[in-house]
């Protein structure tokens, strides 16, 4: 895992916030086969495809969620294509309540795109599942 492939996951998480409200996200950094496999997610747990897939995958957030921000804790590089993120996730609900959890992703990046990401409930989930990949 290069360096630039690091900062393009930590791009990518940081243009998820920019654009949580975009009508049109800037998919630039996200293969267009790329697949969001939010199945182990607690409250919505579909794999999303391509481009059209995250925005599928954006507008069912924006659904749920007033707003919501991705903060990456850490930037691991975990092999030879993937990064794991611990995220401090905080979503907004339309009640003004904010939730806060502390969860986890895996992206995979190619060719300077991100191809993979995948959501944990935790960090420790995340890590047994690069461990068992790798």
Request: proline content about 4%.
């Amino acid at each position: 895992m290069s360096p630039e492939d690091v900062e393009i996951v930590r791009e990518a998480l940081v243009r998820f916030n920019q654009d949580f409200d975009a009508d049109e996200p800037d998919l630039s950094l996200f293969s267009p086969d790329v697949v969001i496999d939010n199945s182990n997610a607690m409250f919505e747990g579909s794999v999303y495809h391509g481009h059209e897939g995250v925005r599928e995958w954006l507008s069912w957030t924006r659904g749920m969620w007033k707003r919501q921000e991705i903060q990456g804790r850490d930037f691991i590089p975990a092999g030879e294509d993937q990064v794991l993120v611990p995220v401090r996730l905080v979503s907004v609900g339309r009640d003004e309540v904010e939730v806060v959890a502390h969860v986890a992703v895996v992206m995979s990046v190619r060719d300077g795109k991100v191809t993979h990401l995948k959501t944990f409930q935790s960090r420790s989930d995340a890590v047994e599942a690069v461990r068992l990949r790798g």
